[in-house]
């Protein structure tokens, strides 16, 4: 199962893809990652997919990443009599804490960390940000509006304060207990929602404890003008261009998806694209024009994966929008401008060891036109490091845990293979170059360059290159 491109594809499970054959068909068409949303799954539905990849990642032999994307905080007006009202532009209306039900003039807000966060000259955005109001004068339990932006507003709708910093964490209370049973379960990539500050990721780092890597999806404007802070916190970044597009003018998501993808690749951070880029595919069999070159925007920015939501999960041709997305990709890292652009966006190495050695490896790889760069790492931060320079020959990481393999498969041009650690040097460089002829990606006479730390088995120690031929059989290396 080599893939024939670097960036990986993230596939959200839903009714339509919830069986362990639409699983594997996924999987085949090209997905590397699940994910499970936890917004609309139950502990128990979450546990089955869980098996069912297990199940699969078993069939195909292959390590499969596992990402539950948690809930956050959701904040909700309260309910209308008859169910909504027609807010009038210019008109003022009125959030305060009476239950009674709402009506063109005020509306109950349950939420009274809101009330402690606004201030007059703040904006509300409601359903979506099809309504747009002005706070006018705040108050501990009332705020006065005018409505920018009218339209109807129903029971429950959605709000969102592009302007104000809340007080309270990006764990709900069901999001503890969620976090709690897809440990439990064994997933490998936690997504969190509702970033504001990097403390919301150190409280999910305390519960996680190592256990699964966490991803900060980027949603909010407070979480972009603190991306320095939260990257140095987190595990991977994603760019929510859902909420972000109501958060913020949407003309400005762009260019923050491009800020925040150069960001995570400085930092050595895998950084998905999400939201609405196949989004026609729910309904067609085939794209638009537009959400194409979206895809493959993308992929000319380097980014490590890209994700599909309501395409895999509930739409009518999931496997047809992994497949088309796997053609994107193979077509835009084939084409004769990827690689300049790619390369142009490279960093400076850091003043570290690990850092030096992947730098070099990549140099040397590429000026002697080696088949494959393999490196040999346990906790997975070889592969990171090496996979950060997007090297241009393929990357193969060797590690003795399933569990590494899995976090892997999110990472930029990282193919991962399962194999006990190595026993001596002889051994390392022997079963790199048997597993980069038998994966396809060396052939007889040509030479891989590897990666490794020694003494053999510390983490972090990646201090040792060595360039192995490829004999004449698969074990004469």
């Not at 260019?255 to 930092?267: D, L």
């Not at 880029?277 to 979206?294: F, G, K, W």
């Not at 895809?295 to 994700?307: L, P, Q, R």
Request: net charge neutral; proline share 5%; glycine share 8%.
């Amino acid at each position: 199962m080599r893939r024939l491109r670097r960036a990986k594809i993230v596939a959200t499970l839903g009714p339509a893809s919830s069986s362990a054959a639409v699983i594997a068909r996924l999987f085949e068409a090209g997905a590397d990652v699940f994910r499970i949303n936890m917004s609309h799954t139950s502990h128990d539905k979450m546990r089955e997919l869980v098996a069912a990849i297990r199940s699969v990642e078993k069939q195909f032999d292959r390590p499969i990443g596992i990402l539950v994307d948690l809930q956050g905080p959701k904040l909700r007006v309260g309910a209308f009599a008859g169910g909504s009202a027609q807010l009038a532009k210019n008109a003022t209306f009125t959030f305060d804490t009476d239950t009674a039900a709402g009506n063109a003039e005020r509306v109950c807000l349950p939420h009274p960390e809101i009330f402690a966060a606004v201030k007059p000259g703040h904006t509300l955005l409601l359903d979506d940000g099809k309504i747009r109001l002005t706070v006018e004068d705040a108050q501990p339990k009332k705020l006065t509006t005018k409505v920018v932006v009218g339209g109807k507003l129903s029971d429950r709708k959605g709000v969102s304060l592009p302007d104000s910093t809340l007080p309270f964490s990006a764990l709900a209370e069901k999001d503890r207990s969620d976090l709690e049973a897809a440990l439990d379960a064994g997933i490998d990539w936690v997504a969190l929602s509702f970033i504001q500050r990097p403390e919301d990721i150190a409280e999910a780092k305390k519960i996680t404890r190592g256990r699964a890597a966490v991803m900060a999806k980027i949603e909010k404007p407070q979480a972009v003008s603190r991306l320095q802070e939260i990257l140095e916190l987190c595990d991977a970044l994603m760019v929510a261009r859902g909420d972000l597009g109501v958060e913020m003018p949407i003309e400005k998501v762009p260019g923050v998806q491009k800020q925040m993808t150069r960001a995570a690749r400085w930092a050595g951070k895998p950084v998905v694209v999400a939201t609405q880029m196949l989004e026609s595919m729910i309904n067609a069999p085939v794209p638009t024009r537009a959400e194409v070159s979206d895809v493959a925007t993308a992929i000319f920015e380097g980014a490590d994966a890209v994700m599909l939501s309501a395409e895999s999960a509930a739409g009518q041709y999931p496997a047809e929008a992994v497949a088309m997305m796997n053609r994107i990709a193979e077509e835009v890292e084939h084409d004769p401008t990827y690689r300049s652009i790619v390369t142009a966006q490279r960093a400076e190495p850091e003043a570290t060891g690990a850092d030096a050695i992947a730098d070099a490896a990549r140099q040397i790889a590429e000026h002697l036109e080696l088949s494959a760069l393999v490196c040999w790492t346990g906790s997975g931060s070889t592969g990171l490091r090496v996979a950060r320079e997007r090297p241009k020959p393929p990357v193969i990481a060797l590690s003795p845990r399933v569990e590494t393999g899995r976090k892997l498969s999110l990472v930029w041009g990282v193919h991962c293979v399962i194999t006990e650690d190595a026993h001596d040097l002889d051994d390392m460089v022997n079963r790199a170059g048997r597993i980069a002829f038998r994966e396809g990606f060396a052939r007889a006479g040509e030479r891989v360059i590897i990666v490794a730390g020694v003494p053999l088995g510390t983490p972090g120690a990646t201090n040792m290159l060595r360039i192995a031929y490829i004999g004449d059989k698969a074990d004469d290396v």
